[in-house]
């Protein structure tokens, strides 16, 4: 799926089923709560704490819910995310071509 085929179909679930998009600020906390589920599991899974017993642990499902709210908020606000990672990685290939390839702290000892 494409960008911006994902956010045609975000846009149409939240159309038919969802009936509007909730407010910006809204989509800005509910991401923020999912982002912090992420976290969660990262924590959990690579870190030092362990889960609880029945604790929802699906990576993948939460990751989703972050690019879910992220895209409406990029289908509400008018941001074509196709376009902005093209840019972005431009931006990113500019600033770092070389920066990442001369970090000692990238290479094996």
Known sequence: ?????????VDAWV??????????????????????????????????QSFKDAEKNDLGDELADVLFVLTCIANQTGVDLTDAMRRNLEKKTL???????????????
């Open 95 to 109: 600033r770092d071509k070389d920066r990442h390839k001369n970090n000692p702290k990238l290479h094996p000892a």
């Open 15 to 48: 159309q038919s089923i969802g009936v509007r998009y909730f407010s910006e600020l809204t989509n800005l906390g509910i991401l923020v709560e999912e982002v912090g589920e992420v976290a969660r599991i990262m924590t959990r899974r690579y870190g030092d």
């Open 1 to 9: 799926m494409s960008l911006n085929q994902l956010q045609e179909d």
